[in-house]
């Protein structure tokens, strides 16, 4: 025979089951929707000459302002 207590913990059980099988088949499905891979944007060669020219040792600004 089969207890209040025991019938609980069954029914506990199974729906603890079933919503960690819901929730795996949603990761499952996000991870299967790969996300399209975004177009590289064009690379400025002014945008690179700045960043050379700010990274530039100071000692090396004040031999080209002199």
């Known amino acids: 025979m089969v207890t209040a207590v025991e ?3 069954g029914l506990k059980a199974a729906i603890m089951a079933a919503i960690t099988a819901y929730l795996e088949e949603e990761e499952w499905a996000r991870l299967a929707v790969v ?6 944007a064009p690379i400025s060669l ?4 700045g960043r050379r ?4 040792p100071p ?3 004040r031999r080209r302002m002199v």
């Open 35 to 40: 996300p399209e891979p975004r177009p590289l």
């Open 59 to 61: 000692a090396s600004w």
């Open 7 to 9: 019938e609980k913990k």
């Open 46 to 49: 002014w945008r690179i000459f």
């Open 53 to 56: 020219e700010v990274m530039r």
